[in-house]
């Protein structure tokens, strides 16, 4: 009975008041001798709420997401999870399921027994038991693959088991490491979708890692960027794409063009001498040297880009073909530009490597930084 797996989270959340997060991190650390893998990190998860840890390898990701399973206490700092401080229990002791990169299951366990190996003791008879399994299984589609092995399943139904055995004794939160990064991009694609609709069905509290961003952006409520063990930004996808707290954070989420300036004003002047307008510039003392951003689907170029105030003319160095979209590398002088653009357009204007055409990098939609 489906319906039952969908109250699943509801004794997990029984002690969360009101308004209070379901899961909190405060000022946590972890150290490895010296190396500092995690400094000052806090954090408030919500309720049914769906998170991702994203960053480049050695952020600190992992390590925080093992520090609230209990698998790495932190060296300070807290871990509240539905109002209790669970900073010095041990992994058995606190309320979450668990999926990891390697599936972890057990090669000579059906995949009925590995759904239902959690479910032991007292609370769970064994009628109980193989009910819950049932359940477990028709609902991430394997209700006729119990009685095989691992070995006879595709990648994509094996990380259907190992998310089925952490659902099985009806944790609170959920936490998942780079569980689907194993899987070639195709089966990948479909499953982070599976994946999140199943987390909306239950509403579950989740959190996963991934260096993926594409896939941090398509399945999160909320991402949390990281870098050298601190948190860099917090925030939904659309606000790390459009609002970025940083350069790192500008240059890591999404592709970017990427230059040196320095303010001069209500303009910017790039390395290689262009002066371009940029009324955010006034917000920096003249002279500053700034690190400068600019999504490629803002970048304008030929008829659109013609006459205004701040183009300049540049090279078509090379366009790639992705289907429905071409990605167009641009060179003046030093600077290297990219736009992407409908491969009828470029059709239109007729244009090839080797082209020069006017460029305009529109003022409002520069991100500036200091470099």
């Not at 909190?24 to 000052?40: M, Q």
């Not at 193989?130 to 009685?147: K, N």
């Not at 089966?187 to 260096?211: F, W």
Request: some cysteine; charged content about 20%.
């Amino acid at each position: 009975m489906v319906g039952s797996l969908a109250l699943a989270p509801a004794g997990g959340l029984s002690a969360v008041r009101a308004g209070e997060p379901y899961l909190s991190v405060e000022r946590l650390g972890k150290r490895f001798g010296r190396f500092a893998a995690l400094s000052d990190v806090s954090l408030s998860v919500s309720a049914g709420e769906f998170v991702c840890f994203l960053g480049p390898s050695g952020c600190g990701k992992t390590t925080l997401l093992r520090a609230i399973a209990g698998l790495d206490p932190p060296s300070e700092g807290r871990i509240v999870q539905a109002g209790a401080d669970i900073t010095a229990l041990p992994p058995s002791a606190r309320d979450f399921g668990i999926v990891f990169q390697s599936y972890a299951l057990f090669p000579n366990l059906t995949v009925a027994e590995n759904v239902g190996y959690g479910l032991r003791g007292r609370a769970w008879p064994k009628p109980r038991r193989a009910e819950r399994v049932r359940e477990l299984l028709d609902l991430v589609g394997l209700a006729d693959q119990g009685a095989k092995y691992p070995a006879q399943l595709s990648g994509g139904q094996q990380q259907r088991v190992a998310l089925a055995r952490a659902l099985a004794p009806e944790p609170g939160l959920l936490l998942l490491d780079e569980p689907l990064s194993a899987l070639d991009a195709i089966v990948r694609h479909g499953l982070r979708a599976e994946l999140r609709a199943l987390q909306r069905r239950l509403g579950i509290t989740s959190i996963m890692v991934t260096h993926d961003q594409e896939e941090a952006m398509a399945i999160a409520d909320r991402i949390v960027v990281m870098r050298q063990g601190r948190i860099e930004q917090v925030g939904t996808a659309e606000e790390l794409y459009e609002r970025p707290a940083s350069a790192f954070v500008a240059a890591f989420i999404g592709r970017s063009s990427a230059f040196d300036a320095v303010a001069e004003g209500e303009a910017i002047r790039s390395a290689d001498g262009h002066l371009l307008p940029c009324p955010a510039a006034f917000g920096f003392p003249r002279g500053e040297a700034l690190r400068v951003f600019l999504r490629p689907e803002h970048l304008r170029f030929g008829p659109d880009a013609a006459g205004a105030p701040g183009a300049f003319p540049a090279r078509v160095a090379a366009i790639e073909f992705h289907g429905g979209f071409c990605r167009i590398a641009f060179e003046s002088r030093r600077l290297r530009l990219e736009a992407v653009s409908p491969p009828e357009r470029l059709r239109a204007l007729g244009l090839a490597p080797g082209a020069e055409v006017p460029v305009l990098l529109p003022p409002e939609r520069l991100r500036l930084f200091r470099a």
